[in-house]
């Protein structure tokens, strides 16, 4: 079964590069844009954060760690599964799913992962290097257990990620158009790349416990600055389990109240 | 023991209707009415294995509503479906992986990548095997004379070399049962008269079970001995072409050509004047009084030559959905 999907699925990145192969040139225009994006942002926070010594306890190098580490997962949410949710929208919109539905595989998963953005890979290793740039400047921990818990930790953030992306667009099925959500999404998701704290401590109660922001970025990048608790490993991993589970409910729900165009 | 059976469906929509204009889209923007529409309206029917059956009726009578349910796409109201032992809507990957469902206005293909890239990506999705993958693949390729174009992107292609691709891509697995809907739609004629001969290969060479709508006549003719014909979501008619014309049909076609000419109410009282172009006139009859009518004709005229026929099918049909002339 495993295997099965594991195999599909490196069909999926196989025709996917043979896709973005086609377009040669629109592949080489995707990378010099986002390499650009990256330094262009780099320079800009480096002239505003060069004159602030510390925001919300965090220092200038941790802040450029935890940007870097928000780039690398938007980067990976983008390679993964971004463009297979709009193409869905899309695909909603002009009652194209029907071939999908009929197939013999896991039709969430399919739905996620058909389209796949190559040229997000410069994007995420852009970010790596910005994380990895703050984190070197700064107190970090490498120990085994910090690593292991930061795996798990970056495992379960990647999960909410998908989750709440899973839940927006299971409304698609009722509103057609989820533009609005989708930006929506994004804007919250955009929020992970400054610390919780940084928005005062009710915000930061809401999103750590409510929308649980806080698990996709600032959890993984604590736990290597040596400023985790305890309980943020099992927390987070239970609470994208919940997230992994409700989300699929609410999508196979939304998708019984979907009839496609026409009669 | 049936392959499909539909007993009693029925496939409700509930619409939503706008009024006209900006006043009426910011009233529907707060209360919207709702009307049901019938899409399919208690139909039964069953098919046993290998049969190739057309589906017709006028747009909107709900052929493509029961296809997908048949295929799983739609939640019937009520009713029952079972295909291949399987409940459509269940979806389970057992039923999926032994039909497949062609829509001529929905294609599957990857639009920027060639066929032969969707094929290999239904491959890994339907668990088909290396070996077998490039046998059935060979042997489709072959029947629909297709060799050239698998490396072309699709959007390169015609219409026609399109569609057979999707055939391509839809049959790699060896469906069991395969629900056609409009497949020849938007083809020129000689693509068209290809699709029907594959169909009709394809067909008698695996026995596969294949449901087909069109609203192309020729499509059915050629192709279908029998017909399941749908109109307002019911079934109007179920059997064999030619009982159609039997079943439906209440006049026939008596043709005439006559030595000396008449005029037009000299024929009054004999049937209806459907074509008056001396010498020949083509009138409609009741069917039970065709030979008395033959007969008054032949005694009252100098008649050269007299056909009786039955209405062409087109026209039967054509009558039928219109409401009009129905038995």
Known sequence: MLKHYLRFYRTVVLVNVTRAMQYRLDFLVGIFATVGWTVITMVFLAAIFGKVPNIAGWTYFELIALLGFYRLIEGIGEFIFYRSFKKFSEDIRRGRLDMLLTKPVDFQFYVSIRFITIDAISSALAGLAIFWYGLKHSAYVFTPAALAAFGGLCLSGFLIHYSLWVFVHAFNFWLVKVNNLRNLIHGLVGTTRFPPEAYGRRAEVFMSFVIPLALIAAFPVKTLLNRSEWWYLPFSLFISLVFLILSRKFFYFALKSYSSEGG | ?327
Not at chain 2, 126 to 153: C, G, H, P
Not at chain 2, 221 to 237: E, N, P, S, T, Y
Not at chain 2, 297 to 311: A, G, K, T, Y
Request: hydrophobic letters at 45%.
């Open chain 2, 1 to 327: 023991m049936p392959i499909i059976e539909v007993k009693n469906l029925k496939k409700h929509f509930n619409i939503y209707q706008k009024e006209p204009g900006v006043s009426g889209a910011l009233r529907a923007f707060f209360k919207r009415k709702y009307y049901a529409a019938k899409a399919v309206d208690n139909v039964s029917f069953k098919v046993n294995e290998g049969e190739l059956i057309g589906f017709i009726g006028p747009n909107g009578a709900g052929k493509t509503t029961t296809l997908k349910i048949l295929s799983g796409l739609l939640y019937p109201t009520s009713g029952e479906v079972s295909v291949l032992g399987f409940t459509p809507w269940e979806r389970k990957k057992e039923f999926q992986k032994q039909f497949s469902i062609v829509m001529g206005q929905k294609a599957q293909l990857w639009w920027d990548l060639p066929a032969y890239e969707t094929f290999i990506l239904n491959r890994e999705i339907y668990e088909v095997s290396a070996e077998r993958f490039k046998k059935v693949l060979t042997e489709l390729v072959a029947m629909l004379e297709v060799e050239d174009i698998l490396k072309v992107q699709v959007r390169k292609l015609s219409l026609g070399q399109r569609m057979k691709c999707e055939l391509i891509a839809a049959l790699l697995h060896s469906p069991k049962v395969l629900f056609l809907d409009e497949p020849t739609i938007g083809l020129d004629v000689v693509a068209q008269k290809k699709m029907r001969e594959f169909i009709k290969d394809y067909n008698q060479k695996y026995h596969a079970t294949i449901l087909l709508t069109s609203h192309y006549m020729e499509d059915v003719k050629r192709l279908c001995d029998r017909v399941i014909m749908i109109d307002h979501g019911r079934i109007a008619f179920d059997g064999q072409l030619s009982e159609i014309v039997e079943e439906i049909a209440d006049h026939k076609i008596l043709s005439v050509i006559f030595q000396d000419p008449i005029i037009k109410d000299q024929l009054g009282g004999l049937g209806e004047v459907i074509e008056f172009d001396l010498p020949r006139v083509v009138l409609k009859v009741p069917r039970r009084e065709v030979s008395l009518r033959a007969a008054q004709l032949l005694s009252q005229f100098n008649v050269e030559d007299l056909n009786i026929e039955e209405p062409p099918i087109e026209d039967i049909i054509r009558e039928l959905f219109t409401g009009r002339d129905v038995a």
